[in-house]
């Protein structure tokens, strides 16, 4: 630390750090544009200027940009006397800025609006004519318009240097300057949504959200955890008029930090949808036409069943729904809802980390990590805010590098400049190419028990009393080394597997070679992905049993209760036609139409995350809280309501107290009675408008705010500022700071850790230091022509988001992925299906860089359950081929297909 003076004020501040991020950790105000806490400093906008002094004589100084300035000790700055040349610099960069701030929808969030008034800025001299562009179409979730822009480069800094996008970029030069694709269409990063966030202007716009849009100060918002994947990533979806309008981000350092995916942004279409159940419906048997049921019959109904039925619980509901419905019908009768294989894996996962001496990686974790071997995920299409801290983490390389320099981390271009394309060791063992190769040292295509027993040989390379794997080739033994080599060699080495690829064998392995990893001194990083939002939390209720989804379908009950669950995605159809076709009674709690409810005898309407609180578990087995953003009509409720009559927070308790090392689960929130000098948590922003005029249909007076009986956030703009207590964050804001921006105002340092707000609770802490191993064990290879193995999609594998109309517009429907030398012994042409032995005929794709005999069968997509198919199939040319009318083969993006439009059977 080193002392400098700003203005005459004294600061101690951190001398790795740039002057800008310092000056902003310490409460005073700097404008800036191009500089973003994640993304280091490049000195384009010439915002942050200051006045730096060479000695205590110098009464001149001299012009330097704060983001490019390192503080020394003693060293003198004023942030005031270079306030005329940030004015002169932002009337330069506002003569071809449009005069559209009334209708711009960034206005009042936005940063260039708020720089503009810190620079002191009020009067445009210039009158002559303006730079105008045209246009693109970027796709179905960000708008485009270019005459906005004020050449900050944020949007390519994010998008290619960040995220890793190769198809949008910067074009011409000077005040022609153009950010866009080299011809319109959907942008094909995952994360492309960020720009909507990273952009200070207006030219990048939440497409879905300008559909319906609002003011942000006239969204009711609450702190939320996205549900799309197993990240669980902080989230602050608004809402207004009773429709849920948008999703950002919320700033958690440990978890997703700046940036959402855009699964995880675009997809709470859903909750507003046409599919969208919104009264309970109850009918005596199967074949007779449903009635509308009130909430004290339903609720009748459903506990006469569950004294005779079963449980099916999700691993998409929350914490305490899953655990309300097991206190309903009892711990034996208590079913996971998930294959008997996934609950096996969720819960060797829970025992691998507490059994093993690892270190469970966060997000953060993943991004500092030297050297990384993935086994048989695909994270960018399942957990996707792992693969952007990824192509993080082979940058440490390059950083490495600089401090060898004496170069400052925050020098990003220097950086980029110096290591070129050198990049931190990146192994993956995959069937399949994934969006993450054009980053790796090397990618391994193979089965999952081809990349699991490389794992296991690695494993033992690293540690000799690892099980060792016999009769391995030159090649594999060749290659075994150089990933082993690699991983002892780092830092911070980090493994990293999952449920995706369906396999235990695969988990083992990783868990193995963390552990071999391990030198008493420093621990392996170590990430297993789960398949949902709320799988562990699912997996840790069920570790005094093994109640799946395999053993309610041969139960033999009579009455069933299935909570958020459709069941079809789970197992065989015919299994689940069997075992509905069995039950006397079949109650279903649920947000949306789905395959089971339709044949159910009662229905009951549940709340979606934005309409109920409750906790998640992600795959850190990191415990977080989620808040309603508002309250639904009266019919829907949560599913909490339902199934218990205790209160949400009481739930929440007993929950923690049955859950082992469950005690934090209860800390998440400041407790029921928590408030600030007598007030709660708003939900509204304090220029939050409208209210009287939002009920006039029904009063001309203004109502009584809606009450949240049970939560510590009011339905109103009344209550406690976060600038007073954000204890429960919410949205950030700052006098002068109306954007996003404003978050630093409420960190620790800026970038670092919110001050108040909490990361979550870990509930599982490796405590180990004794190696154990897993022991490889050899499966035969499946009877069938063709081994399948899973394929997931960001956009459609997911069950809710894929019900978003932004979304299916990127979505496809299912297809079989193919090698090209097993297409032509089919005999496949351009135009022709592929008939599946028992389950109809598909279009096909050619995927170069899938192992012959093998093929890829997607997760999730509309037309071919996965469930439905064994462990090899056989397939042939389908006769009578038409493809059909959802089949978007554009929409399949992967590293090894051909940049062409192809509508079936083309090179992909």
């Known amino acids: 630390m080193v002392k400098i003076t700003v203005d005459g004020k004294v600061l101690e501040v951190d001398e790795s750090k740039n002057l800008l991020e310092e000056v902003l950790s310490q409460g005073e105000d700097l404008p800036y544009f191009c500089w973003h806490p994640s993304m280091g400093s490049v000195g384009s906008c010439r915002q942050c200027a200051v006045i730096e002094y060479a000695n205590d004589e110098d009464e001149c100084g001299r012009l330097n940009m704060a983001c490019m300035t390192s503080p020394r000790e003693g060293a003198r700055y004023s942030i005031e006397k270079a306030s005329k040349f940030r004015a002169q610099a932002i009337e330069s960069i506002m003569i071809n800025h449009p005069h559209d701030c009334p209708v711009c929808e960034e206005g009042g969030e936005c940063h260039l609006q708020d720089m503009t008034v810190m620079s002191g800025h009020n009067y445009r001299r210039y009158d002559g004519k303006k730079k105008t562009h045209t246009n693109q179409y970027l796709g179905p979730f960000i708008g485009h318009e270019m005459n906005r822009c004020i050449t900050c480069y944020r949007c390519v800094r994010f998008y290619k240097d960040y995220a890793g996008g190769t198809d949008f970029g910067p074009q011409a030069s000077h005040d022609n300057t153009y950010f866009g694709r080299w011809q319109e269409g959907p942008l094909e990063s995952e994360f492309s949504g960020n720009l909507a966030e990273v952009c200070p202007t207006g030219v990048f716009t939440d497409k879905p959200f300008s559909k319906h849009y609002v003011r942000k100060w006239d969204l009711q918002t609450a702190p939320s955890v996205c549900t799309g994947c197993s990240v669980g990533c902080n989230t602050n979806p608004g809402e207004r008029y009773g429709t849920l ?14 940036f959402l995916c855009d699964r995880g942004r675009f997809g709470t279409g859903y909750v507003n949808g046409d ?25 009748a109904q459903l506990q006469a069943m569950a004294a005779n039925g079963i449980g099916i619980g999700s691993p998409r509901a929350s914490l ?11 711990a034996e009768n208590f079913y996971a809802g998930i294959s008997a294989n ?17 270190n469970i990686a966060s997000i953060k974790d993943i991004e500092a990590s030297d050297a990384v071997l993935i086994l048989g995920e695909d994270v960018t299409n399942t957990a996707a805010r792992l693969a952007l801290a990824l192509r993080q983490s082979v940058r440490n390389l390059g950083k490495k590098m600089a401090r060898d320099m004496k170069f400052p981390e925050w020098q990003d271009a220097a950086i980029r400049q110096l290591t070129m394309d050198r990049k931190s060791p990146l192994y993956i063992l995959s069937a399949h190419a994934t969006r993450l ?45 150089t990933i082993a080599n690699a991983l002892k060699e780092a830092g911070q080495p980090l493994i990293i597997s999952g449920t995706g690829a369906m396999s235990q064998a695969l988990i083992a392995a990783a868990a193995n070679i963390a552990t071999a990893l391990n030198d008493g001194d420093k621990k392996a990083n170590l990430a297993l992905v789960s398949a949902e939002a709320n799988s562990m939390g699912l997996a840790l209720l069920m570790e005094n049993s093994s109640n799946s989804l395999d053993d309610a379908i041969a139960s033999k009950a009579k009455a069933a209760i299935v909570l958020e669950n459709d069941l079809y995605r789970r197992a065989p159809g015919s299994s689940v036609d069997s075992f509905i076709g069995s039950l006397d009674q079949l109650a279903v709690l649920e947000s949306l139409k789905t395959r089971t409810g339709e044949q159910a005898n009662l229905v009951l309407a549940a709340g979606t995350f934005a309409e109920t609180s409750g906790t998640f578990v992600n795959y850190e087995v990191r415990a977080q809280h989620y808040y309603s953003v508002f309250k639904p009509v009266e019919a829907i409720r949560p599913s909490t309501f339902w199934l218990s009559d205790k209160k949400l927070s009481e739930l929440t308790q007993s929950c923690a107290d049955s859950i082992s090392g469950g005690e934090g689960i209860a800390s998440l929130t400041p407790g029921a009675g928590f408030s600030f000098s007598g007030m709660k948590v708003p939900r509204q922003q304090h220029r939050y408008s409208g209210r009287t005029a939002m009920r006039a249909n029904i009063n001309v007076h203004e109502p009584k705010q809606e009450q949240d009986e049970e939560g510590i956030l009011t339905y109103s703009m009344e209550g406690v500022s976060a600038l007073k207590d954000a204890t429960v964050f919410n949205t950030a804001w700052a006098g002068g700071w109306n954007s996003n921006q404003s978050v630093f105002k409420f960190q620790t340092h800026t970038g670092g850790a919110l001050k108040q707000a909490g990361h979550g609770h870990c509930l599982v802490q ?15 290879k499946p009877d069938g022509d063709f081994e399948v193995f899973p394929l997931y999609h960001l956009f459609g594998s997911e069950e809710l988001t894929a019900k978003t109309d932004a979304i299916k517009e990127k979505a496809t429907s299912a297809y079989i992925a193919i090698n090209q030398a097993d297409a032509g ?39 071919l359950n996965f469930r439905d198919l064994p462990a090899a199939i056989a397939l042939a040319k389908a006769a009578d081929w038409t493809s059909p009318s959802e089949w978007q083969a554009g929409n399949i993006i992967v590293s090894d297909k051909a940049p062409v439009n192809v509508e079936n059977g083309g090179e992909a």
């Open 437 to 481: 190769d054009d980053i790796a040292a090397r990618v391994e295509i193979g089965t999952a028990a081809d990349s699991a027993r490389l794992g296991f040989a690695i494993a033992h390379e690293i540690d000799s009393s690892a099980p060792a794997v016999h009769d391995l080739n030159a090649d594999e033994k060749a290659q075994v080394t």
């Open 766 to 780: 490796s405590t180990a230091t004794e190696k154990s191993w897993s022991d490889l064990v050899e499966t035969e």
């Open 245 to 258: 309008r948008r999703v950002v981000n919320r700033f958690n350092d440990e978890v997703n930090g700046y």
């Open 342 to 358: 996934e609950l096996a894996m969720s819960k060797q996962i829970l025992d691998i980390y507490r059994s093993r001496p690892v």
């Open 275 to 299: 599919e969208r159940i919104t009264v309970s419906m109850t009918r005596t048997a199967h074949d007779v036409a449903p009635h509308l049921a009130s909430t004290d019959e339903a609720r």
């Open 825 to 863: 012994k089919l005999g496949l042409q351009a135009s022709d299906g592929v008939s599946v032995e028992h389950n109809g005929a598909v279009p096909y794709i050619i995927r170069s860089s899938i192992a012959p005999g093998t093929v890829g069968v997607p997760v999730g997509l509309q037309g």
């Open 320 to 330: 305490e729904a899953n655990f309300a419905l097991k206190e309903l019908v009892g």
